[in-house]
Each structure stands twice: as structure tokens, then as C-alpha cells.
């Protein structure tokens, strides 16, 4: 089946510094990646949708100044937290869909997820 | 504005029953439902991917229904295991690209 890994699994950073969170599909072609947050004990959140070659679309009330995110190629993307406080402090877990099969609307495959702890 | 709601928040069962999760979504025009695992501190397993025109689908001791017109899915789960135990996510697919995702069941089996 369909993989997408995320690295790192961990990262601890300190207040006001930069993180950046990488995305990969393994073995599949990803035209489009997702990223979500993920709050203890809470359900997944969309943070942004990424298009390979084209500005990501942010959902409302996420500062897309503040998560950036860039999809360079069909098999990486990155959201990059600048200037994390500890209220960034979540779960990231990004997706990726594969529409090269043709059969049009796929199922999403979610990475392992990274866990970001600001102090 | 979808909205996708999970009933029980948790729910603990002992070894070997049959149970049964319950997922609800507000706006009917959905491409997709997917049910999805996910074990403390990981991130999501696909479990079955129901599309809009289907009614079920069945992976081993999981089965899933879709009744658009109401609004509901159910993940129906056999003879129920203590590997089973996790947190168990039902999504919708909202247009060609978003998911949204209920709160999760938390599932426990008791040996």
C-alpha cells in the first residue's frame, strides 16, 4: 500500500525558533498533500491544503505567515512553524492523496505524525 | 458547514463481543467516508474507504455502512480483540479535496 513518512517523528524546540516538519510519499506520486494539527485528546484539524507547484490554500484562521508550507515536488512537501510559542506545541500529521491510477477520488494516506514540543 | 459527530466518546468492552461505532455527518453531499485507527501517539491507519454511491464495505472482521440520506455510517467490528483497543476516526470527503473528521471513538477491550 500507499506510504508517506514524516520526519521528524519528535522535535522540541524553544519559544521563537523555526521548525521545519517534512512530508514524503514513498512510493506513490502526491500531486496534492494535506496538513493537520492535532490537539490532545481532540480530533484532526485541516491546517492547509498544498498543490505541487502552486501556493498552498490555508483554511480560516490559520496564519499562513506563520505556518509556511511548500510543496516543491510530487513527493515532498514541508510546513515550516516560524517563530513557535508553546501554543504551537501539537501533533502535525500530513496526508497525502495519490490520483495516479486514473480512478479519479482517492483515499488520503497519512503519515506517522510529528510530535512538536515548544518550551 | 460539515459537521461530523461520533457517538460514544468511549466506549469498553470485554473480549470477543460484537460492537458497534456510530459516525453522523451534517450535509449529505459527501464523496467519501473513510474509517480510520489510530493508536496513542501515531497517526491514522485506513481501515475502509466508502464512496458515496456505495452502501457497505467489509475488511476482515470490520465491516462499514453508508446511509447518505440519513447521514450515518457505522463501523460494525466481529469478535472483538484487546489489539483492537485504539482510537477509532470516521471522516467525510467534502468536495474533492477536504477531509473532515469526527471527534473519535476511544475503544477499549478487556482481556
Known amino acids: 500500500g500507499a506510504v508517506v513518512s514524516q520526519h521528524p517523528s519528535r522535535v522540541i524546540c524553544k519559544s521563537g525558533t523555526s521548525v521545519k516538519i517534512e512530508c514524503r510519499s514513498l512510493d506513490f506520486q502526491a500531486t496534492t498533500m494535506f496538513w493537520y494539527r492535532q490537539f490532545p485528546k481532540q480530533s484532526l484539524m485541516l491546517m492547509a491544503t498544498s498543490n505541487e507547484g502552486s501556493k498552498a490554500t490555508y483554511e480560516q484562521g490559520v496564519e499562513k505567515d506563520k505556518f509556511l508550507i511548500n510543496h516543491a515536488s510530487l513527493t515532498l512537501s514541508t510546513l515550516t512553524v516560524t517563530s513557535a510559542h508553546p501554543e504551537d506545541s501539537s501533533f502535525y500529521i500530513c496526508?497525502?492523496?495519490?490520483w495516479g491510477t486514473g480512478q479519479g477520488l482517492r483515499e488520503q494516506y497519512f503519515g506517522p505524525g510529528t510530535r512538536l514540543t515548544v518550551t | 458547514k460539515q459537521e461530523v459527530t461520533q457517538i460514544p466518546a468511549a466506549l469498553s468492552v470485554p473480549e470477543g463481543e460484537n460492537l458497534v461505532l456510530n459516525c453522523s455527518f451534517t450535509?449529505?453531499?459527501?464523496?467519501?467516508l473513510q474509517w480510520f485507527r489510530q493508536d496513542p501517539g501515531k497517526g491514522l491507519t485506513s481501515l475502509l474507504l466508502i464512496q458515496s454511491s456505495q452502501r457497505e464495505q467489509t475488511s476482515g472482521r470490520l465491516n462499514a455502512s453508508l446511509d447518505k440520506s440519513s447521514g450515518r455510517s457505522t463501523l460494525y467490528i466481529a469478535a472483538s480483540q484487546p489489539g483492537d483497543s485504539a482510537t477509532y476516526l470516521c471522516?467525510?470527503?467534502?468536495?474533492?479535496?477536504?477531509?473532515?473528521f469526527g471527534q473519535g471513538t476511544r475503544l477499549t477491550i478487556n482481556p
Open positions: 496526508s497525502a492523496r495519490d
Open positions: 471522516a467525510v470527503a467534502e468536495g474533492a479535496q477536504k477531509l473532515v
Open positions: 450535509d449529505s453531499a459527501i464523496y467519501n
